[in-house]
């Protein structure tokens, strides 16, 4: 199982981006995937999970602002950032259970068995 992600990038405080991750060596239909993001030596916080019945959960410092979203046709795992303010700047991970043994969503990192490399976003003042 591969997971890469993309669409990081450096914005100005109240822009936007959206991030995508992409499965491969997958094809399960039971699941629970999530975001996190970590500052350099920080520890890795979870920011939004989605399970495939389609609930979500959110850090209380995203809701509003973010939206987690998948296509299972594309295999393609997505977070909507919208009003991106300073304290959004970190490594952004996605991460994959295959086979949870219950399906509610998840922002505990010891939950999943895969995890992307990450993509970098930055946002300035």
């Known amino acids: 199982v591969q997971l890469v992600e993309s669409g990081g990038a450096s914005v100005q405080t109240g822009g936007s981006l959206r991030l995508s991750c992409a499965v491969s060596?997958?094809?399960?239909?039971?699941?629970?995937m999530g975001w996190f993001r970590q500052i350099s030596g920080d520890e890795r916080e979870g920011v939004a999970s989605?399970?495939?019945?389609?609930?979500?959960t959110y850090a209380e410092s995203v809701k509003g602002r973010f939206t987690i979203s998948i296509d299972s046709t594309k295999s393609t795992l997505y977070l909507q950032m919208n009003n991106l303010k300073p304290e959004d700047t970190a490594m952004y991970y996605c991460?994959?259970?295959?086979?949870?043994?219950?399906?509610?969503?998840?922002?505990?990192?010891?939950?999943?068995?895969?995890r992307g490399q990450g993509t970098q976003v930055t946002v300035s003042s």
């Open positions: 989605i399970v495939s019945d389609g609930t979500t």
């Open positions: 060596g997958s094809t399960a239909s039971r699941y629970c």
């Open positions: 991460a994959l259970d295959l086979d949870p043994s219950t399906l509610t969503p998840s922002l505990s990192e010891l939950h999943y068995n895969y």
